[in-house]
């Protein structure tokens, strides 16, 4: 199962998160990181949803490897849902330089609060980090990666 603690983040994306943080605090609005770093076989796992065809097996085997992951079971419709275009070490998440949140309404995930996803969207621009629920293709509003830093560590930034 992924890991939500901040500590398993990139140093420089942690103090981005802490700030991420902060600054949503500011603004009145309450966040929950639910993943930080995830295991090359939990994205695999998660790439695979959407595709058991593709990969040749059934939702039930797709369910053992999710189990012995700590992962809940999909039902049949779940299973038919692409959520990932990331294959393993293509999300940031496996470098620990990615992380998944949830505004909180009343101590309660609030995963169809817009305004707030954009709002935290503006929040994440200021502070170097993008925003996934920018994105043209695949929006993702609840993540959140550190391209900057990983620009600067593999020298794609020059």
């Not at 902060?22 to 993943?35: H, M, N, T």
């Not at 090359?40 to 595709?51: D, I, K, T």
């Not at 085997?61 to 999909?74: F, M, S, T």
């Not at 995930?109 to 043209?136: C, K, Q, V």
């Amino acid at each position: 199962m992924a890991s939500r603690e901040l500590e398993d983040l990139h140093p420089v994306t942690r103090e981005k998160a802490k700030v991420f943080l902060q600054r949503a605090k500011e603004k009145g609005i309450d966040v929950l990181i639910y993943c930080t770093y995830r295991s090359p076989e939990e994205q695999e796992v998660l790439y695979m949803q959407g595709r058991l065809e593709q990969f040749g097996i059934t939702l039930e085997e797709l369910n053992e490897k999710r189990v012995r992951l700590g992962l809940w079971k999909l039902t049949e419709r779940e299973a038919k849902r692409k959520i990932t275009n990331a294959k393993p070490w293509q999300s940031f998440h496996q470098y620990g330089l990615a992380f998944d949140c949830v505004p909180l309404q009343g101590g309660k995930p609030d995963w169809n609060n817009i305004e707030a996803y954009r709002a935290l969207g503006n929040i994440a621009s200021e502070i170097g980090l993008e925003w996934a629920g920018g994105w043209r293709r695949f929006r993702e509003f609840p993540h959140f990666q550190d391209t900057e830093t990983y620009n600067l560590i593999t020298k794609r930034g020059k």
